[in-house]
C-alpha cells in the first residue's frame, strides 16, 4: 500500500495567464497559409468534401482598429478589454464538388477564457466562443449557437505546420467532422 508521502503530486508553478499563451499562439499563427481540408458528413452516405484555402492571418495588437470595432460589435463596455487578435482573410474552392468558390474575412479578440468573433463558422452573426490550451502550440474552442456546437483544436506543429479538427453537433449529436492541414506559405 502507498502511503501519500511515496506519491509525487505535480505542481503547478506557471504564471503564464491564459491572455499571454493567446498573444503569443496568434503571433506565431500570422503568416500566409495554404490549408487543406475534408469535411465528414456522419450522417450521410456521401463521400468527403475537400476544400483547399489560402489564409492570411494577421496578428491584431489590442486597440487596433478592427478589435476596437469587435468591441463595438458585441457591445462590450471597454474596446480595449480585447487583449489581442487575429484577422483571417480567406480564398476557398472545393475540389470534388461542384460548389461555388467562397472568400471572406473574420475577426477574433480574445479577453480572459472569451473569444469574440465577428461571425461564426455557419452565420454571418457575432459570436463568443470559450477557449483553453491543452499545451501553449494547442488552441481548443468551444462555440454554440443556433442549436449548433462547434468543438475545435488547433494545433501548430513547429513553425510551418497546423493540424485543425472540428466536431459539428446537433442536439448533442455529431453531424460533421472536419479535419485540416495547414502549411505556411513562404
Known amino acids: ?23 503569443d499562439y ?15 458528413m456522419l450522417k450521410q452516405e456521401s463521400e468527403p468534401q475537400e476544400v483547399e484555402s489560402i489564409l492570411l492571418v494577421e496578428y491584431l495588437a489590442q486597440n487596433s482598429p478592427e478589435l476596437v470595432e469587435l468591441a463595438n460589435l458585441h457591445e462590450l463596455e ?3 478589454i480585447l487583449t489581442c487578435g487575429s484577422k483571417v482573410t ?7 464538388r461542384d460548389r461555388k468558390a467562397s472568400e471572406g474575412a473574420t475577426i477574433f479578440g ?22 483553453t490550451f491543452t499545451n501553449p502550440e494547442t488552441l481548443c474552442l468551444s462555440t454554440k449557437y ?10 501548430l506543429v513547429g513553425s510551418n505546420y497546423r493540424t485543425r479538427q472540428t466536431i459539428i453537433s446537433r442536439a448533442q449529436q455529431e453531424v460533421t467532422i472536419g479535419q485540416y492541414l495547414e502549411t505556411r506559405i513562404g
Open 1 to 23: 500500500m502507498l502511503s501519500r508521502q511515496n506519491i509525487a503530486i505535480p505542481k503547478i508553478t506557471s504564471s503564464v495567464s491564459i491572455e499571454s499563451l493567446a498573444v
Open 26 to 40: 496568434f503571433q506565431k499563427s500570422q503568416g500566409e497559409w495554404k490549408s487543406q481540408r475534408r469535411y465528414y
Open 78 to 80: 471597454n474596446a480595449d
Open 90 to 96: 480567406w480564398s476557398s474552392n472545393y475540389t470534388n
Open 110 to 131: 480574445i479577453a480572459g477564457n472569451k473569444m469574440y468573433r465577428d461571425r461564426g463558422f455557419a452565420t454571418n452573426k457575432p459570436v463568443i466562443a470559450t477557449y
Open 146 to 155: 443556433q442549436g449548433s456546437s462547434f468543438e475545435e483544436e488547433v494545433k
